[in-house]
């Protein structure tokens, strides 16, 4: 079957096509496409949700029809139709929902409403090679969400934490802010970080700089981010050399967040057995929480598989809607283009 998927939840306008096998569950993505605001919104220094809604409008239908015209097919054959419902910026929601809404009536298909950190989860079912062994644990990291969830071989969630206040995404980007190097926050970091990592000038002249591990020991699976950003402040207050210093704040902002994202899926892991460790999210795209992941995977839980989605499928974008909706079908019944509604507080369960 040919599904189309439409994702709309912040600043990227998104429509793809994929192909699925009702029988083998194999996912094939003939097109995705993603118009991307990220030049928009970084003289602002983040999302403008008022700009945000503008652009979807403009690009939404454009994007939808390169990505039927690059999958070579006619809406004709499209099965049904994945749509993000939330959680997101309203506005840009809306302009998603009620594409789909429209699109649903006049080519008379079935939608799949979404949630976006399905979507990310479910991006991980996309590489053919993946052998997803149940029951399986995911860590979806991104710049609204950080949690640690369950998921068992029919598709059902467990949430075992979650971020308390800032998520690991939205914590890259105020740090990044802090510095004044740019937006977004993460990519930029783990460049700095990367260039700092590889120096041979350390810095040794300076005293270290020590950010806190949030929650590191905690006797759950929640997430607090908050703090280090507070904590970063305050260094940055009482350092008058930390220009200077900018991949070396940058490196060890970066640990700091690994450090916690890596523990809390290790305790996760050990205490419910897991067979599988899986990695979703924009952050997941951060070469080096997949190395050190990886790598402590392999050390400490020899017999459990590590899967991370292709970077392609690690921002936002609607190959995963698509994927969402493929296996959503299996669990419930389509909607009509009357019943999708926005959900911008929309919760995993």
């Known amino acids: 079957m040919y599904i189309l998927g439409i994702e709309t939840s912040c600043d990227e306008t998104a429509a793809a096509v994929i192909k699925a096998d009702s029988q ?21 220094g983040g999302v403008v949700p008022e700009v945000a809604a503008r652009e979807h409008v403009l690009n939404i239908l454009p994007v939808v029809h390169e990505a039927l015209s690059r999958a070579k097919i006619t809406p004709q054959k499209i099965r049904v139709i994945g749509v993000t419902k939330g959680p997101g910026l309203i506005t840009s929601l809306i302009t998603g929902t009620e594409t789909v809404r429209a699109l649903a009536y006049a080519w008379q298909k079935p ?13 991980n079912f996309i590489n053919p090679s993946a052998s997803i062994k149940f029951p399986a644990l995911i860590l979806t990291v991104s710049g609204g969400h950080t949690i640690l969830l369950t998921m068992n071989k029919t ?23 802090m510095l004044n190097i740019g937006y977004p926050g993460g990519p930029i ?45 305050y260094q940055l207050q009482k350092d008058p ?19 916690v994202l890596i523990s809390k899926t290790i305790q996760a892991a050990q205490k419910t057995k897991v067979r599988t460790i899986m990695l979703s999210g924009g952050v997941s795209a951060n070469t080096e929480l997949r190395a ?16 991370v989605p292709e970077l392609a499928y690690t921002t936002d974008n609607a190959a995963m809607i698509a994927a969402a909706a493929f296996y959503k079908l299996k669990q419930r019944q389509p909607i009509s283009f009357s019943k999708l509604k926005v959900d911008a507080g929309l919760q995993l369960k």
């Open 24 to 44: 083998t569950g194999r996912l094939r993505v003939l097109s995705n496409i993603i118009s991307s605001q990220i030049d928009i919104h970084k003289k602002y």
């Open 111 to 123: 939608i799949m409403d979404i949630n976006h950190i399905e979507g990310h989860i479910y991006a």
């Open 155 to 177: 598709g059902k969630i467990k949430i075992l934490g979650e971020t308390r206040d800032d998520a690991a995404g939205e914590a890259f980007d105020k740090a990044a802010k």
């Open 189 to 233: 970091i783990s460049r700095y970080a990367e260039k700092y990592k590889k120096s041979t000038d350390k810095n040794n002249q300076y005293l270290p700089i020590n950010l806190p591990r949030p929650m590191i020991n905690s006797a759950n699976f929640d997430f607090s981010f908050s703090g280090l950003k507070t904590s970063l402040l």
């Open 241 to 259: 050399h930390w220009k200077r210093r900018i991949p070396e704040y940058c490196h060890e902002i970066q640990q700091a967040i690994i450090s």
């Open 292 to 307: 050190q992941l990886a790598k402590t995977i392999k050390n400490k839980l020899t017999k459990t598989e590590f899967l």
